[in-house]
């Protein structure tokens, strides 16, 4: 007997509830059926078929039983050409595709299933991919228009504040003016006044 270990992909954990539902070896394993191994808990239909599928080769490598019984029985009933060997050679040549079919099938179906499975889990995946994609993309598009609307505000405030700077200075520049043409016109008429003095002491 093979330690179900031994099958590809199964774990610590996976070989416990294998071996909780009377599954302790491969070979156990590959002559369960799918419904045997979905009824155990953790195992849903797309695992159940991988295991199958990783469990063949130990299927095949048991003594299967009927088919060398019925081998055996040909190579006994071949001297005997009298009694008619050649409807014992048909008879075990359509007993063996009825033997072999099962499995065959079974294979199929299980691959199939897997196939679905996968398919299935595969389209699941790229559609929650889409819709995340898709709300980090408007995410990101509302956050460009915030940047740009705070972008616009901040240059409609600079703009106000840049206007008021300037009529500030321009106010200052305009009071700095009146103060200088004030003190030139104190100036004038101080010299007007004195020369007027002068004239007024030259002429007495």
């Known amino acids: 007997m093979t330690a179900n270990t031994e099958l590809t992909g199964v774990g610590p954990a996976l070989a416990k509830s294998l071996t909780k539902g009377g599954l302790t070896s491969a070979e156990a394993v590959a ?5 045997d191994l979905i009824r155990i808990p953790g195992i849903g239909a797309a695992r159940a078929a991988g295991l199958m599928k990783a469990a063949e080769g130990f299927r095949e490598s048991a003594p299967p039983a009927r088919p060398k019984a019925a081998k055996s029985t040909v190579k006994r009933s071949t001297p005997a050409r009298e009694k008619g060997p050649t409807p014992a050679k048909t008879s075990v040549k359509n007993a063996e595709p009825a033997v072999q079919d099962p499995g065959n099938e079974k294979t199929l179906s299980l691959a199939l299933a897997a196939a679905e499975a996968a398919r299935e889990a595969a389209e699941l995946k790229a559609s929650k991919a889409k819709a995340k994609a898709k709300k980090a993309s408007r995410k990101a598009q509302n956050l460009m228009e ?18 008021k700077a300037r009529r500030a ?19 004038q008429d101080k010299v007007a006044k004195r020369s007027k003095a002068k004239k007024k002491k030259k002429k007495g």
């Open 31 to 35: 002559s369960a059926t799918l419904e």
């Open 169 to 187: 200075i321009e106010k200052e520049k305009a009071k700095a003016q009146a103060i200088l043409e004030a003190r030139d016109k104190e100036a």
């Open 146 to 163: 915030e940047v740009a609307l705070a972008k616009e505000k901040a240059k409609a405030k600079a703009k106000k504040v840049k206007a």
